[in-house]
């Protein structure tokens, strides 16, 4: 498995679970689902801890990026399979569709459209957030010194065509 994979299946699989417990619970803590923004930073976080402490090298921002943005599609895959039709089964789209109605009676979308745009739009954002975690991951968790050793010189260094200089021939 690739070794920037299975960081990434950890912290979008905390992702999605976080997301799905979170439509649980929003339909007895209404505000809790202010904390969906917080959620893929926090994968994004974890996935780059993962990957920081199983990295034989420093990691750079790219590999905090990638992680990050890769647990972020995992846990928006799941949010979409299992948490927005969950959604749709406890909180159903007729509070959705009544408060489309209210702002514009005319709108032309039903309220499952709506369900389905907000959580397609969802997933992206899931992904943003989760690779700008990744990306601040780095700096946190990543403490060896970076240097990029130089290759060696070659061997034969200061001989060869051209000839030699200073030897009198």
């Known amino acids: 498995m690739n070794n920037k994979l299975k960081p990434a299946l950890l912290g979008g699989g905390a992702l999605g679970l976080l997301l799905v417990i979170t439509v649980v619970i929003s339909s007895f803590v209404p505000f809790i689902g202010c904390c969906n923004c917080l959620w893929p930073i926090a994968a994004g976080l974890l996935g780059t801890m993962f990957y920081v402490k199983s990295s034989p090298t420093p990691a750079t921002m790219a590999d905090g990026a990638i992680v990050g943005a890769l647990a972020g599609v995992v846990g928006g895959l799941i949010y979409l399979v299992v948490g927005l039709p969950l959604s749709f089964l406890i909180n159903g ?77």
Request: aromatic fraction near 8%.
């Open 93 to 169: 789209v007729t509070g959705i569709d009544a408060q489309v109605r209210q702002l514009n009676p005319d709108f032309p979308l039903s309220g499952v459209v709506l369900l389905v745009i907000g959580g397609i739009i969802g997933f992206v954002v899931f992904v943003v957030l989760s690779t700008l975690g990744g990306v601040l991951g780095i700096p946190i968790f990543e403490k060896r010194k970076g240097t990029v050793e130089s290759p060696p010189p070659p061997q034969d260094f200061g001989s060869g065509p051209g000839g030699s200089y200073g030897t009198g021939l």
